[in-house]
């Protein structure tokens, strides 16, 4: 089933953000696609915030191809990762990409498209899409 969830504002990211963590929850491996400047890494920053991570410290990890959160209060981590960087699916190897998969983590991931045939079948794939008034519109299929 197709599922949507419209931000109209940046106002509305703490309200997207929750939404998106309720009609997601039970999954762990998250998958963001969308073009160059679409708004992935503000909304996982959204999303981050929304589970206890101190916004200050969300950031793309474009250098460091991932980071780790940790959520104040149950001391669980989120890994971020932003895999632009990655032209060879061994640099993702290389960094332990499965011992994070493995972890039973949330998983957030930019630029899944970069690494291929890495990504477990149970990945949800999100789409991020810019419309002409620069809203945004969040699908997936669950």
């Given at each position: 089933?197709?599922?949507?969830?419209?931000?109209?504002?940046?106002?509305?990211?703490?309200?997207?953000?929750?939404?998106?963590?309720?009609?997601?929850?039970?999954?762990?491996?998250?998958?963001?696609?969308?073009?160059?400047?679409?708004?992935?890494?503000?909304?996982?920053?959204?999303?981050?915030?929304?589970?206890?991570?101190?916004?200050?410290?969300?950031?793309?990890?474009?250098?460091?191809?991932?980071?780790?959160?940790?959520?104040?209060g149950t001391?669980?981590?989120?890994?971020?990762?932003?895999?632009?960087?990655?032209?060879?699916?061994?640099?993702?190897?290389?960094?332990?990409?499965?011992?994070?998969?493995?972890?039973?983590?949330?998983?957030?991931?930019?630029?899944?498209?970069?690494?291929?045939?890495?990504?477990?079948?149970?990945?949800l794939y999100?789409?991020?899409?810019?419309?002409?008034?620069?809203?945004?519109?969040?699908?997936?299929?669950?």
């Amino acid at each position: 089933m197709k599922k949507k969830i419209e931000i109209n504002s940046v106002q509305e990211l703490g309200r997207a953000a929750q939404e998106f963590i309720e009609q997601t929850s039970g999954h762990n491996l998250i998958a963001f696609k969308a073009p160059m400047g679409a708004g992935k890494t503000t909304f996982i920053k959204a999303v981050c915030e929304a589970l206890g991570v101190d916004g200050a410290e969300v950031a793309s990890p474009t250098f460091s191809i991932v980071n780790e959160y940790v959520c104040k209060g149950t001391d669980e981590s989120i890994y971020h990762f932003d895999f632009y960087r990655i032209t060879k699916d061994e640099e993702a190897l290389d960094i332990g990409l499965y011992d994070y998969l493995d972890s039973g983590c949330l998983c957030l991931m930019e630029w899944p498209e970069n690494i291929g045939t890495l990504l477990p079948d149970d990945t949800l794939y999100v789409s991020i899409s810019v419309q002409d008034d620069l809203s945004r519109i969040i699908t997936w299929d669950d």
